[in-house]
């Protein structure tokens, strides 16, 4: 148990399905990301959430949707995505958005496929 | 641009030796280095940071070291164990960048028993 979850582990997906991902952490953080790695790319930011309110939008496309509906809970909708979607989705908590000092808590992550 | 790199994309150590990972950053308003440790099918794990305005920090075998002039920094690991078998990342953030982190593409090493 690493104190934040994601579910699903693994999910494969067609270009015009509709899913989401799930994180849910147990820390009593109150700032959430999302992260996109990708093979032979650094881990990168997507969304950002502290105390329940997006600061951060990285100039993701629209068809990746984020819900953080509480401070435990945050949620990325796919929709219509793209072969080169498919990548691990992490996400992390933190106590707050300034304290990423301290380091992240990061789920184990979601391996997606966009066939 | 990559403003933090990891240059080796690999390391491989015999168990018991020490294992030497390295960082080198572009920005000089990062002010805050972390080292992040990943398995296969598990998200990063936090392993140790260092602030700026040291240059040494250490916790049991994990020792890590800042060269600021040089804008390096180094994670040595002694002894070896092969469960640090693993992909290790360095990630730095600066306070007027809203303590975004930024990552390396990550190190993978092998400690071979």
């Known amino acids: 148990e690493t104190g934040v979850t994601q579910t699903p582990r693994h999910l494969v997906m067609g270009m015009t399905n509709k899913k989401s991902l799930k994180c849910e952490q147990h820390?009593?953080?109150?700032?959430m990301y999302w992260y996109k790695q990708s093979a032979k790319k650094p881990l990168e930011l997507m969304f950002v959430y502290n105390f329940k309110e997006q600061t951060e939008n990285n100039s993701v496309p629209s068809r990746f949707s984020p819900e953080c509906p509480n401070s435990s809970h945050l949620f990325l909708h796919l929709h219509t995505l793209q072969p080169e979607d498919s990548a691990l989705y992490l996400c992390a908590s933190s106590q707050d958005r300034g304290s990423s000092r301290y380091g992240y808590t990061f789920g184990s992550g979601t391996r997606l496929t966009v066939v | 641009d990559q403003q933090v790199k990891q240059n080796s994309p690999s390391l491989s150590v015999q168990e018991g030796r020490i294992s030497i990972l390295n960082c080198d950053y572009t920005n000089s308003m990062f002010d805050y280095f972390l080292w992040y440790k990943k398995y296969p099918a598990e998200g990063p794990t936090f392993l140790i940071s260092i602030s700026s305005i040291k240059d040494k920090n250490e916790d049991g075998r994990f020792t890590v070291f800042l060269n600021k002039s040089a804008k390096h920094l180094s994670l040595h690991i002694v002894p070896s164990q092969p469960g640090d078998s693993a992909v290790y990342f360095c990630a730095a953030s600066s306070a007027g960048n809203n303590r975004k982190l930024i990552w390396g593409l990550g190190t993978s090493l092998a400690v071979n028993p």
């Open positions: 820390l009593g953080h109150n700032a």
